[in-house]
């Protein structure tokens, strides 16, 4: 692949998004947002979006015809190491799944996205700690992303979810085009201190405002 040997101009990205980190990566020749648990990002330019996952989830959520889209990367918290409570309809943690799908959703649309135009690509939800005795959370998010995908209408084109390795996955919204890599060994505990982390944050952290999808 021929990179760029000069990173073009960094666009202004859409407000609200000041805090995410933007960087040029040289390998692809685009300017790509990281994102961590918790985040996402939408973007109506041609650059990446890419995130590394565990046992979360991310959606790849775009308008096919005006190419504008985003990525999350969220789990469900648990309670008290327990998730079975988690998909009951209106459960708080199940609030936390539907606020980060919704925020995103509502930021496409209302860049100019039309619901209609929408695909979904979905990733990650993998049983990276294996202990038999140990809860899959990653399952009970992938669970959840395809129920809330049924009950929206929204379809989904690529589902790359579960088994037991963490993935670096790389968005290309203008396109659609998406790249993953399964992390087969993993030489650090970065992404199981950072999900632990995030986990803590939102089983403490109360629920944003109800949103409804215009």
């Not at 308008?63 to 985003?70: A, K, N």
């Not at 990525?71 to 980060?100: C, I, Q, V, W």
């Not at 860049?111 to 009970?140: A, H, P, S, Y």
Request: hydrophobic residues 35%; positive net charge.
């Amino acid at each position: 692949m021929n990179a760029k040997m000069e990173p073009a101009v960094l666009q202004d990205c859409l407000a609200d998004f000041e805090h995410i980190n933007r960087y040029w990566d040289k390998v692809h020749g685009i300017y790509a947002a990281k994102i961590l648990p918790g985040q996402y990002y939408v973007t109506l330019h041609d650059e990446a979006i890419i995130t590394v996952l565990g046992s979360c989830v991310s959606a790849c959520i775009r308008d096919r015809v005006f190419g504008i889209g985003g990525m999350n990367h969220f789990m469900l918290p648990d309670s008290e190491g327990k998730l079975e409570h988690a998909l009951r309809l209106g459960s708080e943690a199940t609030r936390y799944g539907n606020h980060a799908m919704e925020k995103m959703i509502n930021d496409i649309l209302k860049n100019g996205g039309r619901r209609e135009n929408l695909e979904v690509k979905i990733f990650g939800g993998g049983q990276i700690i294996r202990d038999m005795q140990t809860l899959n959370i990653g399952q009970r998010n992938i669970q959840f992303v395809k129920e809330y995908a049924r009950t929206e209408g929204l379809q989904i084109s690529v589902d790359e979810t579960g088994d037991i390795y963490p993935r670096k996955v790389m968005f290309f919204p203008a396109t659609g085009r998406v790249r993953v890599k399964k992390l087969r060994s993993l030489h650090n505990k970065t992404i199981l201190e950072r999900e632990s982390e995030y986990s803590q944050k939102i089983r403490t952290r109360p629920v944003a405002g109800d949103i409804e999808l215009f």
